[in-house]
């Protein structure tokens, strides 16, 4: 517990911002230890060990290729779907209406 160590310098340490770190003791991924409302100090073997925890081999798991998925065709209203084929004739209709010489 003798090596605390403030949000930035855990930033630095994982390379990521100062918010991601907020956003992981928010997420309750890493322990932290609150001094007051404002103030926040990690253990630095602590955040050693969550990094090797955190740390996986290659051969360990496999990546499963994926596979390739078409893309779906967006389909087009049936016109055996009564509401459609009632719609298409009202617009026969109005168009039939509307375009009387």
Do not use: Y
Request: include cysteine; aromatic fraction near 2%.
């Amino acid at each position: 517990m003798d090596d605390l160590i403030d949000v930035s310098t855990v930033a630095k340490i994982l390379k990521m911002s100062k918010a991601g770190v907020f956003g992981l003791v928010h997420k309750k991924k890493i322990n932290c230890i609150k001094l007051s409302r404002r103030c926040l100090r990690f253990d630095r073997h602590a955040i050693q060990e969550w990094i090797n925890s955190k740390t996986q081999l290659a051969c360990e798991q496999p990546i499963e290729p994926k596979t390739p998925t078409t893309p779906t065709k967006r389909r087009l209203p049936s016109k055996k779907n009564g509401r459609q084929s009632g719609i298409n004739a009202l617009v026969e209709r109005v168009k039939a209406e509307v375009l009387k010489p």
